[in-house]
């Protein structure tokens, strides 16, 4: 009698594989909505915690602190769950991955939702902690810069951002989860140069979370419209340097794949 359980477990093994990682299935979409709604809840709980917690406890944050802090946060998000869905943590980043063909569109609008959603869940949940508006810890143009001004300083900045973004993540230059230094890098250095003059945003959801929850949606527009232009903008870019879409490499980036650890069992 022939024992057959080597093969059996071989094709379990095969099955429990395909669920896991088979991101074409509609099933699996909610392993990568729920990525990045914890990664952007963090992502905003540092960029609008930082500054609400230096007002509540004057002298304690530093504007240099303000600006690294959420870069070194979005670093250990990629590397923490990059490979679930992609770590996008952005509208902005979303769609200029759809735009380049490296993302599907009928996954955009789920994506845009929990990334607002997380946003104002966090900005609501450091109201509570801290104690002071969530409003302080928004995204505004400075004092002495306008809203046009400030709408320039997105774009650019955003158009930057994305341009790493899609460079580290492209065939041509896929440098894998090494592209979170690079992206955290460009996100600090940013910050320490523009966010006096516009907070250095770059990013739709993390400026309406704070500035919703706290009431002062005074030029918002600046921070819907910047970072998208940017962003479509970026994209126009990588098209010039690079060509259509980043390669069976760019879009695992952008979709995120698991590759389970576990070894296969031997066929008998």
């Known amino acids: 009698m022939v024992d057959n359980t080597g093969d059996r477990l071989a094709q379990r093994w095969d099955a429990e594989v395909e669920r896991i990682t088979d991101f074409d299935d509609p099933k699996q979409e909610w392993r990568r909505l729920v990525s990045e709604a914890v990664g952007t809840f963090f992502l905003v709980l540092v960029a609008a915690g930082a500054p609400m917690v230096g007002a509540k406890y004057p002298n304690t944050v530093t504007l240099t602190a303000a600006v690294v802090a959420p870069a070194l946060m979005v670093m250990a998000i990629i590397m923490f769950m990059g490979k679930v869905g992609g770590a996008h943590l952005n509208p902005g980043v979303s769609i200029a991955f759809a735009l380049r063909g490296d993302f599907p569109w009928h ?26 508006s969530a409003s302080i810890g928004g995204s505004y143009p400075g004092a002495s810069t306008s809203e046009v001004t400030a709408f320039a300083t997105e774009a650019l900045l955003t158009f930057g951002l994305v341009s790493v973004i899609l460079g580290t993540a492209s065939g041509a230059q896929n440098i894998g989860i090494s592209a979170a230094i690079g992206v955290g890098g460009y996100i600090a250095l940013a910050g320490l140069w ?12 993390r400026t309406l979370g704070p500035n919703l929850v706290g009431a002062d949606l005074h030029a918002i527009w600046v921070y819907l419209t910047g970072p998208l232009l940017g962003a479509i903008a970026a994209v126009g870019l990588a098209y010039l340097l690079r060509g259509h879409g980043g390669g069976r490499s760019g879009s695992k980036a952008a979709q995120g794949v698991l590759d389970p650890s576990v070894e296969r069992p031997a066929e008998s």
């Open 107 to 132: 996954r955009v609008p789920g994506y845009i939702v929990v990334q607002f959603a997380a946003a104002i869940a966090a900005a609501a949940t450091l109201q509570w902690l801290v104690g002071v």
């Open 194 to 205: 523009a966010a006096p003059l516009s907070g250095a945003s770059m990013n739709a959801a």
